[in-house]
């Protein structure tokens, strides 16, 4: 956020001043409104059209919202939400909780810290379509290594993307293991902002670990904590290359979500009218939950920030 | 106005980059063909229209490539003729495109260079036409067919019943772990699959005014047949849900499944020893019918048509003439297992030698062969249909609702886009 001009209390300086200011911050405001604003704006205004490609002589009407109705009725569109609903929940869920493990045990290592903290970021670095193709690989039907391992553990594995709900196991687990190292150093860098004399006192009063972390660590690391899960949970809300890869939204339509279906709707069916008003549905839910965000917790975050 | 101005430069100034570095399309005419240009099928195309440009010195011709697969392929080519490009001038076209293409008036009626369309199968033909005109021909025809092992299974099955009772017996007293195997994830394939179990007992997608008919009873039995061939009688195995075409082909040449369905790219691959451990033990026919209807061959396969915004359309139609010529299609047979589209060859000899299933074989197969639905909204009235398809194969749904309400979304998306013809 750009902190707002000067008041003008003062002389034509200070006008001068802003002025100045202004001028110079011009071009990123330029560039923001061309690559984010112009588009965001642009999609807003084709969703309010009827515009489909396959009957150019339809034209492209204007009506009104009827687009935001159909989807509103779109049993599809509805149950994609849910999907998605469901997706972010879970991989949230697993993922600040690993990723809080994961962050935990590395702020103690002792030794070789760099090159544990490069290991543990790998998943992160692999592109998502292909940690997901691997992912796949391994829960293939009938060969792939997790059927084997169950196998081999006395149970009987599902054929799990042809299983309505044994399909988002292998979703979950493929994102939770591509993210929580970037949510593990997110609240790493937290941690290690932490005062260790704190601790130090705690431990002379006479607090034990558990104490420790209940009353300084998880308070202090709250700001850390509230960035990792918006970023992951706005990112898990538009989870696309994960479930294109592995499932393609099936079996049926059982793992289809918001991403997905808009993807099909715009690319495949050209209905770009009705789509563009999915992707709006989409931006703004994702943009009010970012926001609600910031101002519920971030707000409280920010300030009581020790400094 | 400051703002639309820079934006004007901006776009100007890209178009200016992306001509520099394509501008390939100077004084000397480039005539340009886009499809598969991958492997063996990109180099005979290329060797075709090498041969093809000295026959007509003053054209240069180029290919562009494109994706093989066909979900990538049509998103570029839906870019590319949305934004009225003149290139390419030929389009390889997938059989189910075409309507789709010509209501959006993307490539142009072929009408006026009379093209000799009884030279090829009727129904490939058929699939090429939008409300009456044509604007493909017909390159090479895909069916769908029942492969078979001659070793485990020595005679065709009759009908379907005796082909469950066959791919039974191949599990228990030849020990193979499947039956038969087909491609049941959830993809334009699955539909293939289905509509030649629906013509095996009589029933239809679209009737022939062009009405919805997925919830006959027929369309019922299709679907219970198909859903009990995994869940009931375990034939087809519960991971083929999640199988395309390559999947079922690698099982079936390991020498896993007594009977696969798949289109005829898989004969000469089968046939090769040095990959495949059921070589000269494979036979083919149509899939067999069922009480109330025959046996039926989903129909696919590629057609050629001219880009609406070419600025050399009678040079165009020239290659697309030349590339579907006798010779051309003999070659493509012989190279990639191709089936030629002019019904003619399937007598003569030197088709005989450059394929390796017999002509008569295929020919079989071809005269069974029923397209899909021509419709401009293609694509989303079979997505509808495979996501039916396969909750009740996935036994979310129970067969007969899925098709229930699969044909009252594919009936309001027909009454949706009141099909207007252009001009009307």
Known sequence: MMPPPPATAGGSWRRDEARFAWALALPALGVIGLVALFPIAWTVWESLHLHDLRMPWLGRPFVGVANYAEAMTDARFLDALAHTAGFVAATVTLEMSAGLVLALALDRLARARGLIRTAVLLPWAIPTVVAALAWRFIFESPGGVANAALVRLGMAPPTWFADAAAAWIPLVLADVWKTTPFVALLLLAGLQNIDRSLHDAAAIDGAGPWQQFRQITLPLLAPALLVAFLFRALDAFRVFDVVYVMTGGGPGSATETIAIYTFTVIMQHLRFGFGSALSVIVFAVAFLFALAGIRLLGGRAFEDRPS | ?424
């Open chain 2, 1 to 424: 106005m400051r703002h639309i101005g820079f934006l004007t430069a901006a776009a100007l100034a890209l178009g200016a980059a992306a001509t520099a570095a394509s501008c390939a399309r100077t004084p000397p005419r480039v005539l340009t063909v886009s499809g598969s240009a991958v492997g063996r099928e990109g180099d005979l195309l290329r060797r075709q229209i090498e041969r093809f440009a000295r026959l007509h010195p003053s054209l240069t011709v180029a290919v562009r490539a494109t994706p093989d697969a066909a979900d990538a392929r049509h998103q570029l080519y839906v870019q590319w003729l949305n934004a009225r490009a003149v290139d390419p001038d030929v389009l390889q076209l997938d059989v189910i495109w075409t309507a789709e293409f010509a209501a959006a008036g993307w490539i142009t009626s072929l009408g006026r260079f009379r093209p000799p369309v009884d030279d090829f199968f009727p129904a490939a033909v058929a699939a090429d036409r939008w409300r009456g005109a044509l604007y493909a021909l017909p390159w090479f025809v895909d069916v769908g067919m029942l492969y078979r092992r001659t070793d485990l299974v020595p005679d065709s099955p009759r009908d379907l019943d005796e082909l469950a009772l066959l791919a039974r017996r191949a599990q228990d007293v030849g020990g193979i772990p499947y039956g038969l195997v087909w491609q049941g994830a959830r993809y334009e394939g699955l539909v293939t699959v289905f509509v030649e179990y629906l013509g095996a007992f009589g029933g239809r997608i679209l009737d022939d005014a062009g009405r919805v008919a997925v919830d006959s009873e027929a369309a019922d039995k299709a679907l219970s047949y198909m859903r009990d061939a995994i869940h009931a009688e375990g034939i087809v195995p519960m991971a083929a849900l999640a199988w395309q075409e390559e999947q079922t082909r690698l099982a079936f040449q390991a020498g896993q499944a007594a009977f696969m369905r798949n289109w005829p790219y898989a004969y000469a691959l089968l046939q090769d020893r040095s990959q495949s451990s059921v070589a000269g033990r494979i036979a083919v026919t149509p899939m067999p019918g069922a009480p109330g209807g025959a046996p039926t061959a989903a129909l696919g396969g590629s057609a050629l048509a001219i880009n609406t915004h070419s600025d050399q359309p009678s040079d165009a139609y020239a290659l697309i003439d030349f590339l579907l010529q006798p010779e051309q299609m003999i070659e493509r047979a012989q190279v990639v297992g191709q089936y030629p589209a002019r019904p003619a060859l399937y007598a003569t000899r030197a088709l005989a030698e450059a394929l390796t299933v017999s002509p008569s074989d295929a020919l079989e197969v071809i005269a069974r062969a029923v397209p899909r639905p021509t419709t401009p909204v293609y694509h989303e009235l079979s997505q509808i249909l495979q996501v039916s398809l396969h909750r009740a194969l996935t036994r979310q749904q129970e067969p007969c609702p899925a098709l229930r309400e699969a044909a009252a979304a594919m009936r309001a998306l027909l009454a949706r886009v009141q099909l207007t013809p252009p001009g009307s």
